[in-house]
């Protein structure tokens, strides 16, 4: 059986202390990096920077590629997960928005007993 794709864009940023930024969505347990879905005819950047203003309230001032993952899908049963994942300056102050719930910032390193979804950790990992 072939397992339906979510193609998503992510934005890994880092704080001064080199920490990494993590969101849980409301009514989920997971935490996983903040992006989401493009809307029809969005490239990459675009759907990065709306999706970073919509959820954090924060502006996207530049972007680097860092790689196309993928893994099981944290809250969707029987999906895959593809994202392009940019390490990502921002501006602004960032905050919880739309349907983020929560956010942390964890050590890349040690993130702690902290439920990071299957594609953090394929992304953690090349960090």
Aim: glycine share 8%.
């Amino acid at each position: 059986m072939i397992q339906p794709i979510l193609d998503i864009v992510t934005a890994v940023i880092h704080d001064d202390a080199g920490r990494m930024l993590v969101v849980r969505k409301r009514g989920t347990a997971i935490f996983m990096k903040p992006g989401g879905k493009r809307e029809p005819g969005e490239d990459d950047l675009t759907a990065l920077a709306r999706e970073l203003d919509e959820e954090l309230g924060c502006r996207l001032v530049e972007a680097t590629l860092l790689g196309r993952f993928e893994a099981p899908a944290a809250n969707e049963p029987d999906h895959l997960v593809r994202a392009a994942t940019y390490l990502a300056k921002v501006e602004g102050e960032i905050g919880v928005h739309a349907e983020i719930e929560e956010m942390a910032w964890i050590d890349i390193a040690a993130p702690g007993d902290i439920r990071l979804a299957p594609l953090m950790r394929v992304v953690l990992a090349v960090l």
